[in-house]
């Protein structure tokens, strides 16, 4: 018998705040982490990603937004998105 859970695909776009629109919690209540390799370097510190269009958004280290968040940097270059 085979066990293994079926992980959900990996949507073109994805954003692990809650408050956005492109969140999907199915995706992050499995078990496996999702990695990002943007320009074949991994990146531990991505907050939204969209394949089609090349780009990712980190936060910022020290600038902060209004409201306290971190204001996002957006790197563009070659993403890939896979389950770790």
């Known amino acids: 018998m085979n066990d293994t859970i079926a992980q959900p695909d990996l949507p073109d776009r ?7 629109p492109h969140h999907v919690a199915d995706i ?3 078990e496996h982490e999702i990695g990002i ?3 074949g370097k991994e990146r531990f510190d991505v907050e939204e990603y969209c394949i089609s269009e090349g780009w990712v958004k980190v936060p910022s280290p020290k600038a902060l937004d209004r409201r306290g968040h971190p204001l ?5 270059g070659k993403v890939e998105a896979y389950y770790c």
């Not at 994805?14 to 956005?20: A, E, G, H, V, Y």
């Not at 996002?72 to 563009?76: F, G, R, S, V, Y």
């Open 72 to 76: 996002m940097i957006t790197l563009k």
């Open 37 to 39: 390799r943007l320009n």
């Open 28 to 30: 992050f209540e499995s």
């Open 14 to 20: 994805l954003s692990s705040n809650p408050r956005s």
